[in-house]
């Protein structure tokens, strides 16, 4: 996983492993209300400069199979938001 980090406070993570997934791209681009996340042909693209934006709200984490996004506090030494239980 390499993490695609641009934003002072936030990083986000896509794996590789489904970074080319069109249909997640798009539930990833409905999913989170600030939009952080868009679907292209190539599948899932990181918009960096909104990632200052993102609430935490870890909609994006219930969006996609477990594991496979990681939304990185950077601020708080790298914590990894958890999905909610
Ligand atoms: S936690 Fe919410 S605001 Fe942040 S990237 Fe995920 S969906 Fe977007």
């Given at each position: 996983m390499s993490p695609v980090s641009h934003g002072t406070f936030i990083a986000v993570e896509v794996d590789e492993s489904v970074r080319g997934d069109t249909e997640l791209a798009k539930r990833l681009e409905e999913a989170c209300p600030v939009d952080i996340f868009l679907a292209s042909d190539d599948g899932v693209q990181v918009v960096q400069e909104n990632?200052?934006?993102?609430?935490?709200?870890g909609l994006c984490l219930d969006a996609s199979?477990?594991?496979?996004v990681n939304v990185i506090k950077l601020y708080d030494g790298g914590a990894v938001l958890e999905r909610a239980a």
């Open positions: 990632l200052d934006e993102c609430v935490l709200c199979p477990p594991g496979t």
